[in-house]
């Protein structure tokens, strides 16, 4: 059973940062798998944040975090990571980490078969 987990969200006023980190378990050779960032807001629906393939070649943002937000992966540790610098009150949202069955790179919602459970994220002063 794969399992994954998010932490690091909360509170932050605007231009703060933080750090989500989503453990994986239960995948063999997480490192073979691409991870993703999504994100939903209230009343929104669920969008793309940042993808990250199995070997780090290729890397994607979603215009809105681009230049704010570092995905990055520690397959040693089964973990990937989203670095929020520069936060906006239009960033809260709760946020999911997923995993995808294939290496390759994956934007979609519907390329992912593991979700996490999520993570609230709000930008507020």
């Known amino acids: 059973q794969v399992q994954l987990v998010e932490s690091g969200g909360g509170l932050v006023q605007p231009g703060g940062s933080l750090r989500l980190s989503c453990a994986a378990s239960g995948r063999r050779a997480f490192g073979s798998f691409a991870m993703g960032w999504f994100r939903q807001a209230p009343g929104k629906e669920r969008e793309f944040v940042a993808a990250?393939?199995?070997?780090?070649?290729?890397?994607d943002y979603a215009d809105a975090v681009k230049g704010r937000f570092t995905i990055s992966r520690d397959n040693n540790k089964n973990t990937v990571y989203l670095q929020m610098n520069n936060l906006k009150p239009e960033d809260t949202a709760v946020y999911y980490c997923?995993?995808?069955?294939?290496?390759?790179?994956?934007?979609?919602?519907?390329?992912?078969?593991?979700w996490g459970q999520g993570t609230q994220v709000t930008v507020s002063s």
């Open positions: 990250i393939t199995w070997g780090w070649g290729n890397i």
């Open positions: 997923a995993s995808a069955p294939r290496g390759a790179r994956a934007t979609v919602g519907n390329e992912y078969d593991y």
